[in-house]
């Protein structure tokens, strides 16, 4: 028993050292478990499980605690959740940046550039003269008006949590539209599926990198251009009375961010994650697997580990 046991721990020791090398620490510095939050959209959910999943194979423990994406701000400042991998600016700067000024770490940024606003199908270019302008958008509320929002036009908005202000927005630039938010990301891809089939029109939240820019055509409503005065003072803008104002940022930053436990508690675990890097063809990609491809998020950052080994030994150094 006591022989089979040891000629266990060390085929393991063997294949664990083969498949790091030699730069990985065998020994956590604890096992307490690394918790990573989790979102409602489908590359975050892939990447938490990428992440998870090589700090799993690091010798850590991990688990995973879904949140709304504006309160995990306040749990990983207190240390109640530890790492999150997708900080985007157009949906959490506000959040972020307090959670920073409360204790949380900012574990830097990925090399890809977001965006997340209001996106339509390239066909109605031509319906809409003037587009991607918003306000050529606002002449053609009529078009976009349904039973629901009666002579305005509808804009399907994005779940309340995802920290956008498009009901003041609409306000601020006193535009003939009104948000219809969806409960979750799904019915966004619904709505624009049925719209896209019959070629009507639809403006719906969208953000890049995702999948939808390999099965649509579309493009971003182009607002009057984002900058931070604008979330903050309402003499910034057209609209002197008011704040949101503008669309977010064209080129957004995504970036992670970590609890100060971390760094105190798992230092090895800590540095590999301050080097954990995604581009804009690998987000799009993993939400791919799993909306296009309809891979579990667990399968699909099995598979993303299996054929990028390249890229994640490379965080490991
Ligand atoms: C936060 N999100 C990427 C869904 O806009």
């Not at 620490?25 to 478990?33: H, L, R, V």
């Not at 182009?222 to 104002?245: H, L, Q, T, V």
């Not at 950052?301 to 965080?315: F, L, P, Q, R």
């Amino acid at each position: 028993m006591k022989s089979k046991l040891i000629g266990l721990f060390a085929a393991a020791a063997l294949s664990g050292a083969a498949f790091f090398g030699s730069a990985v620490a065998a020994e956590p510095e604890s096992t307490d478990p690394i918790k990573i939050v989790t979102n409602n959209w489908t590359s975050q959910l892939v990447l938490s499980n990428v992440v998870g999943q090589l700090l799993e194979q690091m010798g850590y423990n991990v688990e995973y605690k879904s949140s709304d994406t504006q309160l995990q701000f306040t749990a990983i400042a207190a240390g109640d959740m530890d790492f999150q991998v997708e900080v985007w600016e157009g949906s959490m700067a506000e959040s972020f940046n307090k959670s920073l000024a409360d204790g949380a770490v900012d574990y830097g940024a990925h090399n890809a550039v977001t965006r997340e606003d209001w996106w339509y199908p390239t066909y109605m270019n031509e319906m809409c003269p003037g587009l991607p302008d918003w306000k050529a958008l606002d002449a053609c509320a009529a078009k976009l008006a349904t039973a629901e929002t009666g002579d305005k036009g509808r804009f399907v908005g994005p779940p309340a949590d995802w920290g956008k202000h498009y009901s003041e927005r609409i306000q601020a630039l006193k535009m003939n539209f009104q948000e219809v938010p969806v409960g979750q990301a799904a019915t966004l891809w619904a709505e624009l599926q049925a719209a896209y089939d019959r070629k009507e029109p639809v403006v719906i939240f969208n953000w890049t990198p995702n999948f939808i820019e390999a099965k649509f055509e579309g493009q971003f409503v182009e607002f009057p251009e984002y900058a931070p005065e604008c979330f903050s003072d309402p003499k910034w803008g057209m609209n002197p009375d008011a704040i949101y104002d503008c669309g977010a940022p064209a080129k957004g930053y995504l970036k992670k961010v970590g609890s100060k436990a971390i760094e105190t508690t798992w230092p090895n675990a800590s540095a590999f994650l301050k080097k954990v890097d995604f581009t804009n063809p690998q987000i799009a990609a993993a939400a791919a697997m799993v909306d296009v491809d309809g891979m579990t998020p667990e399968d699909a950052a099995k598979k993303w580990i299996a054929d990028n080994e390249s890229t994640w030994k490379t965080w490991m150094n």
